[in-house]
């Protein structure tokens, strides 16, 4: 039996390797934003995706690019605030977030330089941005790859798989410094239940033997802002105080003991001036 296409990356989702990868990605996410603290956070796209759930931000919210996402998801998970909104254009002010959250954006972005710039442009010094991707240089990503000759698709067909260094060099050139990551999801493409339990025991190999090639990656990065100072009450150092001896006034006494003139004694009257 020939498997049925996949249109989109709502349909993968609804597949058993896209609820594969949303189990793997929903306990890497959970261990990645648990100790990033702040006041506002958000998870960009993926609404079926729960990035924020271990996050304690008071403030946290889910962007969505259209209306029907969330009604074909079944809703945003965790009751988060919900803005629709473009990507590239979010209705935030600027360094005002402290954490975002991009499962599979840029994938699907029509230009994802343009996505991480406002990503940029809305995070705090400091704030931090966690993605996760395909990972071309795996074996869904050659799959994937086979496409043009033919071969049924696996993954989403309007994706654009993106390599890890390449997400590297796009977040060094905004200036930010990558944290940490991971790759999982080792097993073969497979369509079924049955086939992905059979071959589970290739994700401890994959971690063991061959990280790298793992069909998909999480990433966390902080934005760095170079030449920062703290503000706060300006101190004079201690050789910089003026150390020199007070004048003392001194009264002067006629000869019938009345106060009739006052001289000053120290380095400034140094010179007999009264």
Known sequence: MTPAPVES??????????????????RVLDEMVTDIFGFYALQLGTPGLAGLRENRMPFRCAVVESAEWPAG?????????TVVSRFDELPFASQSVDLVVLP????FAEEPHRVLR???????????V?????????????HHAMRRVGVCPFLPPGG??????????WLKLLSFEVQRGRFGCY??????????????????????????LGSVYALAAVKRVHG????????????????????????????????????????EAADGSQ
């Open 9 to 26: 990356f709502a349909d993968f989702l609804d597949s058993p390797p896209g609820r594969y990868v949303l189990e793997w990605e929903q």
């Open 73 to 81: 998801c079944s809703g945003i998970p965790g009751g988060l605030r």
């Open 104 to 107: 599979h954006v840029l994938e």
């Open 118 to 128: 406002e990503v940029d442009r809305v995070l705090l010094p400091e704030g931090q």
């Open 130 to 142: 966690v993605l996760t991707g395909f990972n071309p240089a795996s074996l869904w990503g050659l």
């Open 160 to 169: 654009q798989l993106i390599s890890l260094l390449r997400i590297k060099d």
């Open 187 to 212: 097993l073969p493409w497979a369509r079924t239940e049955r086939w992905i339990g059979r071959w589970a025991f290739l994700e401890k190999a994959g971690d063991r033997w061959w990280p790298v």
């Open 228 to 267: 920062m100072r703290l503000v706060g009450v300006v101190r004079k150092r201690r050789e910089e105080l003026d150390l020199s001896p007070a004048l003392a006034p001194v009264a002067q006494r006629s000869p019938a003991g009345i106060p009739v003139a006052t001289r000053f004694h120290g380095p």
